[in-house]
């Protein structure tokens, strides 16, 4: 709890600076999204061609492989999570946003697992779209690092306190 306490105080204490280191990166990923300033190493990848079922163990690795490729993507914000988490003035409540983290990213998955077959056939039609998606997911991250930058969500952050106090009491 100590070392969450030390961890959440450097960050509000260097909040403006982390701002724009995070909204440079934001605003780097978005070009990157719309092609103009292409990451070469994001376009990397590693398959393994497997010829037979897998079985139950097989599914343990595929799963574990599966971790793996995203803890860059879901780390950071698992970090986040378990520092508020830690710095919460209960158990109970650092629990609770775990377990909601743990829904939000559980769900998707049950759902996708049950809805497989319709998934597929959408995403089979929807292919053609989606270099329209990335490029318009490029904009709205290089908009968002922009809002970063400029101290938007800090003011976006004041105004929604002003008109919804009981947005204080969350959390």
């Known amino acids: 709890m100590a070392g969450a306490s030390v961890i959440g105080s450097l960050l509000r204490f260097y909040s403006h600076e982390l701002a724009i280191v995070a909204g440079v990166a934001i605003i ?10 292409p990451i070469a ?9 497997v010829q037979r079922p897998v079985g139950l163990w097989g599914a343990y690795v595929m799963g574990l492989a ?82 970063f930058l400029f101290g938007f969500f800090t003011q976006l952050n004041t105004w929604l306190i002003e008109m919804f106090p009981v947005l204080q009491t969350i959390g």
Do not use: N
């Open 41 to 49: 190493f994001l376009y990397r990848q590693k398959r393994v061609d």
């Open 28 to 37: 780097v990923m978005g070009l990157h999204f719309l092609g103009i300033t």
């Open 66 to 147: 599966f971790a793996f490729g995203w803890t860059p993507c879901i780390g950071p914000i698992l970090a986040a999570i378990l520092a508020v988490a830690a710095s919460e003035a209960t158990v109970t409540k650092g629990a609770g946003l775990l377990a909601v983290y743990s829904l939000g990213l559980g769900v998707p998955f049950i759902i996708a697992a049950l809805a497989v077959e319709p998934f597929a056939a959408f995403l089979v039609r929807f292919r053609s779209y989606l270099p329209y998606v990335e490029k318009t997911m490029g904009a709205l991250l290089v908009l968002t690092g922009l809002a």
